[in-house]
């Protein structure tokens, strides 16, 4: 029962350089989204995808790009780190419409430290 | 914009006291979920209200969504040190354009004591 598998937990970059933090679930989903999370500050949606071939920005977009590869996957990347990134991602997925929302899983999360 | 605002951030009491949780917004949602994070992991989901007033339960736990579904509250009864977490709601946004997408809480950490 694997859910939402997200690679690498954790990861330790210096300022500059580029990462792509991955997701993949397996319940056969729609819609995909990326977050991050800091302390006092919740989840912040960085970017969704509400079906394959389509990607939309959330709340926090600047600095980030990524890609629904297929319906299982979606892909987060940094192109050039910076300490204000550093913080814990969260990938998810629903089963969601244009109307409702069914409930995220999550995957367990990567720790990403920007030095 | 639309903004939950979750309270209190901290809770730490004692094993067997009762406990609130509140978030509120000036925002209108289509349903409002409360997931539970434990250190390390994900958040998961523990439960979704649709329609205002609705009261739902879940063993010793108790969430209830305003009438006007601006508004949720989540009580535990009788708390227990496995009930230590984080504690956030998130709301759907009204209108039919969401496509799932969540705004959620700062949180709510709380720490019960044996």
């Known amino acids: 029962n694997a859910g939402v598998t997200q690679t690498p937990k954790f990861q330790v970059l210096k300022t500059g350089q580029s990462m792509t933090l991955q997701c993949a679930q397996d319940?056969?989903?729609?819609?995909m989204y990326w977050y991050r999370q800091d302390p006092g500050m919740g989840l912040r949606l960085i970017y969704y995808?509400?079906?394959?071939?389509?990607?939309d920005k959330g709340e926090v977009p600047n600095g980030y790009n990524v890609s629904r590869l297929n319906k299982r996957e979606f892909s987060l990347r940094l192109e050039s780190a910076a300490p204000s990134q550093t913080s814990v991602y969260f990938c998810?997925?629903?089963?969601?419409?244009?109307?409702?929302?069914?409930?995220?899983?999550f995957g367990s999360g990567t720790r990403l430290t920007v030095v | 914009t639309q903004l939950l605002e979750q309270s209190p951030q901290f809770l730490s009491i004692q094993e067997g006291e009762n406990l609130t949780v509140y978030c509120n917004s000036s925002?209108?949602?289509?349903?409002l979920q409360w997931y539970r994070q434990e250190p390390g992991e994900g958040p998961v989901l523990l439960v979704t209200?649709?329609?205002?007033?609705e009261v739902k339960k879940l063993k010793r736990l108790t969430f209830q969504f305003g009438d006007a579904r601006k508004d949720s509250s989540l009580h535990i009864t009788a708390a227990q040190p496995g009930d230590t977490g984080l504690y956030l709601c998130?709301?759907?946004?009204?209108?039919?354009?969401?496509?799932?997408?969540?705004?959620f809480g700062q949180g709510t950490i709380l720490t019960v004591h044996p």
């Open positions: 998810a997925s629903s089963e969601a419409s244009a109307a409702f929302n069914y409930g995220y899983t």
């Open positions: 319940m056969n989903h729609n819609s």
């Open positions: 995808s509400a079906s394959e071939g389509t990607t």
């Open positions: 925002s209108v949602f289509s349903s």
């Open positions: 209200v649709v329609t205002g007033g």
């Open positions: 998130a709301g759907a946004g009204a209108g039919g354009t969401s496509y799932g997408k969540l705004t």
